[in-house]
Structure formats: C-alpha cells, structure tokens
C-alpha cells in the first residue's frame, strides 16, 4: 500500500531507542523526512545514524527533554529552519513512577504531568498553526492500554493516560475542519526498556526471575507474547498517511488482546 507522505516531515519524540526509533525507521521507509529528539546525546546519535542509512534521507537529531518547554521549542524550531513545516508528530515519552497511590509524592505527580502529559499539550500547540496552513497534519499520541485498564502500580500513567485519550478527542474535534486528524496508541507489553523497568521491580517485588515475570506478562495476553516495537511503528505509519484520513478522535489499542473491555 502507498501510504502517500513522501517528503512529509515527521518529528518523532523521544526516539533514540524502542518505540519511538521504530516509528521513526517506519516513517523514514515511507519517504518522510525525519527529526527526532532524545535526552541522551549518544543514544541520539546512534540511532540518526541509523535511520539515516536505513533511509538514505538526512535526519534532524536534537538533544531535548520531553519535560522541558524550552527544549522542545528548541527542537521544533531547529526542525523548521532545516525541513519547513511539521507535517507529522508522533508524541512520546518514557513512563512516570511506578507506584502505588500513597507512596507517590507531589514532585513525582508534577514530573508525571510535565513528560507525560504536558509534553504532548506544548508539541502539539508548537506544530498545529503549521498544519492549519497547510490545511494538512497528522498528530498521533503514543500512550498504554492503562488508559482503559488501569494498574494499580502505574497510578500516574493510567491517570494522566486517560486525560490524554481525552484531549485526544477533544483535539481532534477542535483541528479536524483544518483537515487535521489527532489519534492516540494505545499500546500493550512490547519489548522496551520501559517493560525491562517494570519487570525488575515487580519480580524483585515477588521474587522471581525476569524470564518468569516475562512469561507470565505473556500468558496474559490472548495472543501468548509481548509486541515487537515495529509492530506499533506499522500502526503509526498508517496513522500519519494520506489512507487514514477520515481516522480522527480515537485511542486504538495494540495489545494482543490484552484490554478486557469492549469500548
């Protein structure tokens, strides 16, 4: 299927590893143009490297901390002067504390709000006026099933996950008459450091072994394993093309089934 965003340019959050460097490898075999931001300078320009071979383009890499305004104007205003108007966002960020309620402190809640949530409310309204003049853009949102399954040791991603299926839709019914569409992933166990995280808290917690964390994670997913990060990056690329634009306002799951709920 030609998904018909060639020379689209893309800005890929926090992508110098797992999810986020697979959407961005996924977006680059389309054609797009491709900027990407991590923390870490190294891990940054490594992966530049490599969706520059992989796609023969030349990619955009600035250091920014998705919590940080100022570094993402940074990162936005460096990727216009090199690329011209964003076409493309793919928001993203490592997860917030894993904790229960009462062991969570104020600091912890105001860091879960400034990566996970405000992050994609400040890229959002960086890219939107580009895309209302060009009468074309696509926003997509990664986030977790939590925002319709909520664990009780991720009580800040599942809070601050649900707000951002919210704004969401609300987004999306404010952008759609520019011919803007805003979607949210939502996505279940894949293989990333995120999950490598968890798996040593929750099996020291019970003590167990990682491999038999992992394969009881796997045995709670209808599908029997956990996703591999291209299979997210697919489900992206079809977001952001030309095909999927009559596809506003919704939080889709890729999970292997693992959401229980019909809606």
Same mark, same amino acid.
């Given at each position: 299927?030609?998904?018909?965003?060639?020379?689209?340019?893309?800005?890929?959050?926090?992508?110098?590893?797992?999810?986020?460097?697979?959407?961005?490898?996924?977006?680059?075999?389309?054609?797009?143009?491709?900027?990407?931001?991590?923390?870490?300078?190294?891990?940054?320009?490594?992966?530049?490297?490599?969706?520059?071979?992989?796609?023969?383009?030349?990619?955009?890499?600035?250091?920014?901390?998705?919590?940080?305004?100022?570094?993402?104007?940074?990162?936005?205003?460096? =990727?216009?002067?090199?690329?011209?108007?964003?076409?493309? $966002?793919?928001?993203?960020?490592?997860?917030?504390?894993?904790?229960?309620?009462?062991?969570?402190?104020?600091?912890?809640?105001?860091?879960?709000?400034?990566?996970?949530?405000?992050? *994609?409310?400040?890229?959002?309204?960086?890219?939107?006026?580009?895309?209302?003049?060009?009468?074309?853009?696509?926003?997509?949102?990664? =986030?977790?099933?939590?925002?319709?399954?909520? $664990?009780?040791?991720? =009580?800040?991603?599942?809070?601050?996950?649900?707000? $951002?299926?919210?704004?969401?839709?609300?987004?999306?019914?404010?952008?759609?008459?520019?011919?803007?569409? *805003?979607?949210?992933?939502?996505?279940?166990?894949?293989?990333?450091?995120?999950?490598?995280?968890?798996?040593?808290?929750?099996?020291?917690?019970?003590?167990?072994?990682?491999?038999?964390?992992?394969?009881?994670?796997?045995?709670?997913?209808?599908?029997?394993?956990?996703?591999?990060?291209?299979?997210?990056?697919?489900?992206?690329?079809?977001?952001?093309?030309?095909?999927?634009?009559? $596809?506003?306002?919704?939080?889709?799951?890729?999970?292997?089934?693992?959401?229980?709920?019909?809606?």
């Amino acid at each position: 299927m030609n998904l018909e965003i060639n020379y689209r340019v893309a800005m890929i959050a926090a992508a110098s590893k797992g999810l986020g460097k697979a959407c961005a490898m996924a977006l680059a075999s389309e054609g797009c143009r491709i900027s990407i931001c991590s923390r870490s300078a190294e891990e940054l320009e490594k992966a530049r490297g490599e969706i520059a071979s992989h796609s023969g383009w030349e990619v955009v890499s600035v250091v920014a901390d998705v919590s940080s305004a100022a570094d993402l104007n940074k990162w936005y205003q460096q =990727t216009i002067a090199r690329f011209g108007q964003v076409d493309i $966002l793919v928001t993203n960020t490592g997860g917030p504390p894993v904790s229960k309620f009462m062991n969570l402190t104020d600091e912890q809640w105001q860091r879960g709000v400034d990566s996970t949530l405000m992050n *994609v409310v400040r890229l959002s309204r960086l890219v939107i006026p580009g895309m209302q003049q060009k009468k074309w853009g696509r926003i997509i949102h990664l =986030t977790s099933f939590v925002a319709k399954q909520p $664990l009780d040791d991720l =009580t800040i991603s599942s809070t601050l996950r649900a707000g $951002l299926s919210g704004l969401t839709k609300t987004m999306a019914n404010q952008v759609g008459p520019d011919n803007i569409t *805003v979607n949210a992933v939502l996505m279940g166990h894949f293989k990333t450091d995120r999950q490598t995280q968890i798996a040593e808290l929750r099996a020291k917690e019970r003590g167990i072994s990682h491999e038999e964390y992992f394969a009881e994670v796997a045995a709670t997913v209808p599908l029997r394993r956990l996703g591999e990060p291209r299979e997210c990056a697919d489900l992206v690329a079809f977001l952001a093309s030309e095909r999927a634009g009559y $596809l506003t306002g919704t939080s889709i799951q890729i999970d292997g089934g693992l959401t229980r709920g019909t809606m």
